[in-house]
């Protein structure tokens, strides 16, 4: 996995080691950008700072010309979710261990468009169980920022969790596509393992559903002009066609 500017080992993996990129979703910095400034430790957002956020969600919301601060705030959401999933699923699949982003070492810039740019200022490391990555990513992480989204404005937890369980979910399918193309078949079987457990909580159990993990709520993407419906959406067609969701997967 990634090396970063630092030379550590969590990101992407690395191709003269018959890598080939994962994605930008799964890289995370482990040395100071050179020009810095932006970034802030999300213990700030989580502990009421939440400036940065607030502006992030307007800058979601311009550029895709949200209808309601609430889609834009599901989109920033949405984004952020997946690279924090990312960063520690990544790393626990290939190497068994993951980076401890407490939220005072993981640095944020939401200045930046989508992946979010995140840069690590920590050291120590966590063993690959669902219980670490569920303590490190979903409670000290995702229930803090919905705390904070919530206070910024009117949005549903549970299409919060449904962002959540989304982002992953996609980070498993590319965690998958990766091993498959690699022939790395054990890290496909971590992945899905680790994924599996992490499901297995009140807050992200029934989010996704079916052997395609395929989303139960959405994340109102198709609200804003020319949106169109996420390809794990559980709409079949826009809800203002007013045509039917499709069947539970089996």
Do not use: K
């Amino acid at each position: 996995m990634d090396l970063g500017a630092s030379g550590a080992r969590w990101g992407y993996p690395r191709p003269e080691a018959g890598g080939g990129s994962v994605g930008g979703f799964f890289a995370l910095r482990t040395t100071a950008p050179e020009t810095d400034g932006a970034h802030v430790p999300l213990a700030r957002l989580y502990a009421g700072e939440t400036g940065p956020l607030s502006a992030r969600v307007d800058r979601v919301g311009a550029r895709l010309r949200a209808p309601e601060r609430r889609v834009a705030a599901s989109i920033a959401h949405l984004g952020l979710a997946a690279r924090l999933w990312s960063t520690a699923l990544g790393p626990a699949a290939l190497h068994g261990e993951f980076p401890a982003v407490e939220p005072a070492d993981l640095y944020w810039d939401g200045s930046l468009t989508s992946p979010d740019d995140l840069w690590w200022a920590g050291t120590d490391t966590r063993p690959a169980t669902v219980d670490d990555l569920r303590e490190a990513v979903q409670l000290a992480h995702l229930v803090p920022l919905h705390d904070a989204l919530r206070r910024d404005g009117r949005i549903s937890p549970r299409l919060l969790w449904g962002n959540a369980g989304s982002a992953l979910a996609g980070a498993l399918r590319e965690l998958t596509r990766w091993a498959r193309a690699q022939g790395r078949p054990e890290v496909a079987r971590r992945a899905a393992e680790l994924v599996t457990g992490l499901l297995d909580h009140p807050d992200l159990a029934r989010t996704v559903q079916g052997t395609g993990l395929r989303r139960t709520s959405c994340c109102l993407y198709y609200r804003c002009p020319g949106g169109g419906l996420c390809g794990d959406c559980v709409f079949d067609h826009a809800p203002a066609t007013g045509l039917e969701t499709r069947p539970p997967a089996p």
